[in-house]
Structures are given as structure tokens and as C-alpha cells.
């Protein structure tokens, strides 16, 4: 469950323990699940076969959330992972100590400090057991540039006072709302919340303002994925998705100008995109045009018709016979 996956994942929790491998292959099975749920690395731990370790993980909007409970030393060795090169990941110790290396840099994170960090370099970790959380992300979501970023990546930042202290006590609550947002669109603001304090805690640190600009272009980026999270349901409109966001329909028409079309052309547009692309896919050719819009969010198969061939010049099931499937 890398920070990029589908949002259609949002607010799934899962917890895996070492423990529930028996010693002789826990190794192995930990490595998997490490590097299936996190990132790819080596893991080694002082006390192997027979070490104890948990993760918690889950989606808030499209970030991720992973907390580590490690009871055992050890140290982890990772390089460069090209499925994450477009994200950050935020990564903060709530007990325990952790030293991470990047180079000739020595990065020391004592309990109640964050760094962020990204997945373009290698690096070795050397723990204690520890209680840590890592929060990821697309780097497109943080109101700030990713020149200006770059001079604070692997800075360690103090959680004791300040901005910093409410993104560290948000971050460190994270791992225990993943049960209690039932609705996805919670998790979008919880998400949205906790990047805006990092967002001021980041350009606080390097005295600086956040751009309007930045902010525009992050909160609509995060509308967008809203969005896309829900074609299928039939409700979306311009103003649920501005109520989700805590704007106004004016505002959020005003996000949608550059984009050069309006909110619910944008939608429909969207939700046309995919009804194309499934009626090209021979897997799903037995499915039924009227199947087909319903998934996207045109219950009304006469409504579908008309505004796919004001699209796409021909009606739907023709349109799929031309294209050979």
C-alpha cells in the first residue's frame, strides 16, 4: 500500500506481526511484509530469528499512514524506490531513538521529533525498539515549492514548541483515527489538516510565507483526488465537494477557472474518461453499457448515451463495436 495507490483503498486499516510467523520463518516473512507495505529495504534485527515487531497501516485521503512497534534493535538498508520518486514521507519517533545515514549525513531523531525525507536516495537506519509513525504522500499535495523543500529534506525539526509541536501531536494521533473515520471524506480533511500544519511548519522554518500560489495548487489537487475517489457515486456535485472542503461554490469555481471548464463539466468529464477507457478494455467486454455508466456515476442509461456521444461522437455500445471489442 505504497503513498501513490488507488484511493479506493482510503481508511482500509491493517496490522501484521512478526509474531504471527513462526520463528524458524519469521525473517522472511516480516521482509515481505515490510517491503510490500512500506518500502522496499533490508531488515535486520540484534536478536533474528526470534524477534517481535508490529505494523499498523491505513489511507487518510492519499496519504498514508504507518506505525512501527518495534521491540527489538535492529537496522534497515534501502535505496532509491522509483515508485515513490514523486513522494515525501514524514517520518517521527514517539519513543525510542533513531539514526538514520544518507551519505556522509548522520541524521539523529530522539522521541518527539519529525524529518522529512524522500525515497531518491539510499540510506541505513540503526533503531532502538521504538514507537514511530510515517506519514507519505504525494509531493504535489504540500503547499510548497519542491526547490524551496529540498533545503529542509532529512533536517530534523523538534516536535517541543511551536507549529511543530501540533503537527508532531497530530501526526502521533493518526495511527488511532484510522478505526474512527468511518467516511473517506474525514479522512480527506484529517489528511488535508495535517499537511497545511506542516506545510506552515516547513516555511515557518525557513522564515518564509507559503505562496498563494502553492496553497491554490495543493487544495485543488486534493479536490481533484477527492473527486476521482468518488465518479462512481451518483450524488457527487460541486457542492458536495465544495462542503467537503470547507469552501464556497464560488471558491471552488475559482480553483476550477484554470482548468478551463467548469466543476461539474470537470466531473463528467472525468467520469466520460473512464466510461472510454472500459468500453476499450476487451477484459471487460461483456460487461453492459448500461454497467459501464452505472460504475461512473450515470445511473440514468438514456442520460449516459446522450452525454458520451456529445463526447465522443458515437453512442456508447457503437462506439465499442467501432473500436473492434
Not at 35 to 44: E, G, H, K, Y
Not at 195 to 214: F, K, N, Q, S, T
Request: hydrophobic share 40%; aromatic share 8%; proline share 7%.
Amino acid at each position: 500500500m505504497y503513498a501513490n495507490s488507488s484511493g479506493e483503498e482510503a481508511n482500509m486499516r491493517v496490522h501484521y506481526r512478526a509474531e504471527d510467523a513462526p520463528v524458524s520463518s519469521r525473517v522472511d516473512y516480516w521482509q515481505e511484509i515490510v517491503n510490500r507495505s512500506v518500502a522496499p529495504m533490508d531488515l535486520r534485527y540484534a536478536c533474528a530469528p526470534s524477534f517481535s515487531s508490529e505494523i499498523v497501516q491505513g489511507r487518510l485521503g492519499r496519504v498514508n499512514v504507518t506505525e512501527l512497534r518495534e521491540r527489538s534493535p535492529g537496522e534497515a538498508r534501502g535505496g532509491p524506490c522509483e515508485q515513490l520518486a514523486g513522494s515525501y514521507k514524514v517520518f517521527m519517533t514517539t519513543h525510542g531513538h533513531t539514526v538514520t545515514y544518507r551519505g556522509a549525513s548522520e541524521i539523529q531523531l530522539p522521541p518527539g521529533a519529525f524529518v522529512l525525507t524522500e525515497f531518491s536516495r539510499p540510506y541505513r537506519c540503526v533503531f532502538e525498539p521504538r514507537r514511530a509513525i510515517c506519514v507519505s504522500f504525494p509531493k504535489e499535495l504540500l503547499p510548497l515549492p519542491e526547490y524551496e523543500v529540498a533545503e529542509l529534506v532529512d533536517v530534523p525539526i523538534s516536535g517541543d514548541e511551536g507549529v511543530p509541536a501540533l503537527v508532531t501531536s497530530l501526526i502521533g494521533r493518526l495511527p488511532g483515527c484510522l478505526d474512527d473515520v468511518a467516511e473517506a471524506a474525514d479522512g480527506v480533511r484529517l489528511s488535508m489538516a495535517m499537511l497545511d500544519l506542516l506545510g506552515v511548519a516547513l516555511a515557518a522554518r525557513m522564515e518564509r510565507a507559503i505562496p498563494p500560489a502553492g496553497r491554490t495548487r495543493a487544495l485543488l489537487t486534493r479536490i481533484q483526488a477527492f473527486v476521482e475517489e468518488r465518479l462512481g457515486d451518483p450524488g457527487l456535485s460541486p457542492a458536495t465537494v465544495a462542503d467537503a472542503h470547507h469552501i464556497s461554490l464560488r471558491y471552488l469555481y475559482k480553483l476550477f477557472e484554470a482548468e478551463g471548464c467548469g466543476v461539474a463539466d470537470w466531473i463528467r468529464r472525468r467520469r466520460l474518461e473512464h466510461c472510454r477507457r472500459d468500453l476499450l478494455d476487451p477484459v471487460l467486454a461483456d460487461r453492459p453499457v448500461r454497467a459501464t455508466g452505472a460504475r461512473w456515476g450515470f445511473p440514468d442509461a438514456a442520460q449516459f448515451t446522450k452525454s458520451f456521444r456529445a463526447a465522443y461522437g458515437l453512442p456508447p455500445a457503437e462506439f465499442r463495436r467501432a473500436s473492434g471489442r
